[in-house]
């Protein structure tokens, strides 16, 4: 007998060369869950898609950056003020830079968002059994 598709619709941001990405699809493929896949460096998040999706994981956009990629060092973002001043430019550097990205980012049709680097992590998203 086949198990039930989850009904919440969730769009996960993946690079298909990333291990965890692979994990978390794994995760969401062996429950069952509706998902869309966004290769998000073929496909790259608008700055007010970063904004709504910050507002939903209640993260700033330095907590989702890649500080270690090559393009961040070239940058000088360790040097970049973490504040209200200079949010709007940290949206701006990764929108335009999306490998700066930290990933998977799940996003629910709950309103919910998870960075799904932990099994736990992507389970948060998934509806309880019975829903």
Do not use: F
Not at 79 to 88: G, H, K, L, Q, T
């Amino acid at each position: 007998m086949r198990a039930p598709v989850l009904s919440v619709a969730m769009e996960i941001w993946i690079n298909p060369a990333c291990s965890k990405c692979r994990a978390a699809l794994s995760v969401l493929d062996a429950e069952g869950a509706g998902y869309t896949v966004r290769r998000y460096l073929d496909d790259p998040p608008s700055a007010a898609e970063l904004r709504d999706v910050l507002a939903r994981l209640g993260l700033e956009p330095w907590d989702i950056t890649r500080t270690g990629e090559t393009v961040a060092k070239e940058l000088g973002l360790a040097s970049w003020p973490r504040d209200a001043a200079a949010r709007e430019r940290w949206i701006e550097v990764l929108a335009a830079h999306p490998v700066l990205i930290q990933r998977p980012i799940i996003t629910a049709g709950d309103g919910t968002a998870v960075v799904a680097r932990t099994e736990e992590a992507v389970r948060s998203v998934l509806p309880a059994k019975g829903e």
